[in-house]
């Protein structure tokens, strides 16, 4: 059974920074393309940031370029989502997910496993 479970959302102010986690069970994080994804109210989930199965490359929306950094412990088998310069706009719900074909797609549609969700709130 593959469980991915996310930790390290809160309540920030803008400028500050978090660091996500996404514990997978169930399945080898070196075989899956990861990532992360975040919706807010009333909006589209869109995707943050992907990292392919082999690690080499990496994908960022334009919005969190250069701020935030997608990587992973192949020993924890976790995955992590540092974002720094925290902004109002960066307010949703993350989520973490899995995609088997491991290619690092930004379609949510392409991810086969997801994790529950955590909430960021930025405070301006």
């Known amino acids: 059974q593959v469980q991915l479970v996310e930790s390290g959302g809160g309540l920030v102010q803008a400028g500050a920074s978090l660091r996500l986690s996404c514990a997978a069970s169930?399945?080898?994080?070196?075989?899956?393309?990861m990532g992360w994804f975040r919706q807010a109210p009333g909006k589209e989930r869109e995707s943050v940031a992907v990292i392919a199965w082999s690690g080499g490359r990496t994908y960022y929306t334009d919005s969190v370029k250069g701020r935030f950094t997608i990587f992973r412990d192949n020993a924890k088998n976790t995955v992590y989502l540092h974002m720094n310069s925290l902004k109002p706009e960066d307010t949703a719900v993350y989520y973490c997910?899995?995609?088997?074909?491991?290619?690092?797609?930004?379609?949510?549609?392409?991810?086969?496993?997801w994790g529950q969700g955590t909430q960021v709130t930025v405070s301006s």
């Open positions: 169930g399945l080898k994080i070196t075989t899956y393309a």
């Open positions: 997910a899995a995609e088997s074909l491991g290619s690092g797609s930004p379609r949510a549609r392409d991810y086969d496993y």
